[in-house]
């Protein structure tokens, strides 16, 4: 499987492929970085804001079992610095957005080309859906919050 990668400019092509984070998949690591395309910018307490990763991709064509995931940085959140998870659908070919929120009591300072989530490609199952009119029953049944926990 094939994943292309459209940069929306030179500048930001150089961000994500110059220097020591480069732009690639590393031998370990599921996830590849995404960076800020945006100039910079104080993302204020409680503030929620898409920022823009510059970038595009598209999965191989007739591999609809595949999606991206984007997910959050551990550094980020460690920071106080919410990364939403988001899905990039097989045939979704616009600019990544990144929906981050400021957690913390202080603005949080964003750079053209900081390294802000990252994303995973994955496979997807698609299931045959059958309509009942009830379950089977289970052991945990409908116990949710901290139940699996519960001897």
């Known amino acids: 499987m094939k994943l292309k990668v459209v940069f929306e ?4 092509r150089d961000a994500y492929m110059l220097g020591e984070k480069k732009f690639v998949w590393t031998y370990g690591n599921s996830g590849i970085d995404l960076r ?3 100039e910079s910018f104080e993302l204020q307490p409680g ?11 598209q999965l191989d064509e007739n591999n609809d079992l595949w999606e991206v ?4 940085r551990s550094g980020m959140n460690a920071k106080g610095i919410y990364v939403a998870l988001g899905t990039i659908d097989y045939s979704y ?22 390294r802000i989530a990252q994303f995973v490609v994955c496979p ?10 009830k379950f089977e029953e289970r052991d945990r049944g409908s116990k949710a919050f901290g139940s699996s926990g519960v001897k």
């Open 9 to 12: 400019s030179e500048k930001i």
């Open 36 to 38: 800020s395309a945006e």
């Open 47 to 57: 503030e929620r804001k898409i920022v823009s990763s510059g970038i595009r991709t």
């Open 69 to 72: 995931q984007l997910r959050p």
């Open 93 to 114: 070919t616009g600019v990544m957005g990144v929906v981050m929120t400021n957690q913390t009591s202080a603005p949080f300072k964003i750079e053209f080309g900081d």
């Open 124 to 133: 997807i199952a698609k299931p045959e859906i059958e309509i009942v009119e």
